[in-house]
């Protein structure tokens, strides 16, 4: 089976960690058990969001009436953007068209795909100075939700 026909679905996170080097330090930005889910559709497009699990509610129902401090908390604890998707080898490219963080529209995000059984990793590396982190995601294919 292509690449492209694995990578087609709905994924869940099971972990995201991310080593820097030279040290060997290991950290996980959204906890031990973060909540994510990632869509590949058959028409080239995908969406990604992450969170922390448990995130504190506003203590407003609207959040337009949600104090600065619970909107940064919210931001800080979610990750998400969304946009069209390639294949190049064994990498898959998304080009961020949407994102909650609006430094990261108009970037190519690059991730290096390792298919697992039902299980899907994700990693990318980069440089900071003198040190380098590597992100890896471990995602698992979504069973079918038929209600």
Not at 22 to 48: H, K, R, W
Request: with cysteine.
């Amino acid at each position: 089976m292509a690449a492209r026909e694995k990578l087609i679905g709905t994924w869940k996170l099971v972990s995201w960690e991310i080593s820097y080097s030279p040290d060997g330090a290991v950290t996980c930005p959204f906890g031990q058990n973060p909540e994510g889910i990632l869509i590949y559709s058959p028409d080239g497009y995908m969406s990604a969001n992450i969170s922390q699990a448990d995130r504190s509610r506003f203590n407003s129902a609207s959040v337009r009436k949600a104090s600065e401090v619970e909107k940064c908390m919210a931001f800080e604890s979610n990750f998400s953007y969304a946009g069209p998707f390639t294949i190049e080898g064994d990498h898959v490219v998304h080009r961020v068209d949407h994102s909650l963080n609006p430094m990261m529209v108009g970037t190519i995000q690059r991730r290096h795909m390792e298919f697992i059984d039902r299980s899907l990793v994700l990693s990318a590396s980069e440089t900071l100075g003198e040190k380098s982190r590597r992100h890896r995601l471990h995602w698992v294919k979504a069973e079918p939700n038929h209600d």
